[in-house]
């Protein structure tokens, strides 16, 4: 089965920094996606960013971006130039590729703290 | 209004109620999905559908059953309610191409005294 491990339960920047978010996944498919979801206070949970595992070219997403280690199984999520609304608990996900696996597996999640 | 909408947004009840969640979604996806969100344990899959006729379990199933009375409509129920089933939980939807995400509705808090 395949597992998604987010390391860091909170981490904490200063606003205008930046931040890195960690992410492992074990898996033995190829062709897979991975995801970032936000859900600040609202609860609810907003799409960041996404990677297909064929592409070689990290994502990126205005102050977001991922670099994706294949090989590594690793897909960090950098924040630029935080900002007071990017506090929330970001959540990293993992799909398998073939049709009729939509399913998601998450991680456990990181919550963010922003400092003034 | 909402592509994926859930009521309640909150629920307290008793223990050995009957629960029934509902999520409706007007994206015109044909897979629907059930999770439960625990602090500490991220989301976690309960059940899913992937069109009217195709339900399927998820890893936490044990005290839950679902109906997909059409192809927009998923309700999760609770037979009898325990207090360990106190929990945020979340409906989502996508189609199915795979690098779509999946769209959540805003979460039903559910505490069960």
């Known amino acids: 089965a395949q597992t998604v491990t987010q390391s860091q339960p909170e981490m904490s920047v200063q606003e205008a920094e930046t931040v890195t978010l960690s992410c492992t996944y074990d898996?033995?498919?190829?062709?897979?996606?991975l995801f970032w979801y936000k859900q600040p206070p609202s609860r609810q949970m907003i799409l960041v960013i996404r990677q297909e595992a064929y592409k070689q070219q990290n994502a990126t997403e205005n102050r977001f971006s991922v670099n994706f280690q294949k090989a590594a199984k690793s897909f960090s999520l950098k924040i630029s130039d935080s900002q007071l609304g990017d506090a929330a608990m970001y959540f990293c996900?993992?799909?398998?590729?073939?049709?009729?696996?939509?399913?998601?597996?998450f991680g456990t999640g990181t919550r963010l703290t922003i400092i003034p | 209004d909402a592509d994926v909408t859930q009521t309640p947004r909150n629920r307290i009840t008793k223990t050995g109620k009957r629960i029934m969640l509902e999520c409706s979604q007007t994206?015109?996806?044909?897979?629907m999905y059930w999770y439960r969100q625990d602090p500490g344990l991220g989301l976690r899959l309960i059940y899913y559908s992937f069109d009217v006729k195709d339900i399927n379990k998820g890893e936490i199933s044990d005290g839950y059953s679902v109906s997909r009375q059409a192809q927009a409509k998923f309700s999760l129920s609770l037979e009898s309610a325990i207090p360990n089933q106190t929990a945020l939980y979340f409906c989502?939807?996508?189609?199915?191409?795979?690098?779509?995400?999946?769209?959540f509705g805003d979460g039903t808090r559910l505490s069960i005294l």
């Open positions: 898996t033995s498919e190829s062709d897979y996606y």
């Open positions: 989502a939807t996508s189609d199915d191409r795979g690098n779509q995400p999946q769209h």
């Open positions: 994206k015109g996806h044909d897979r």
């Open positions: 996900a993992y799909r398998r590729g073939n049709f009729g696996n939509e399913k998601l597996t």
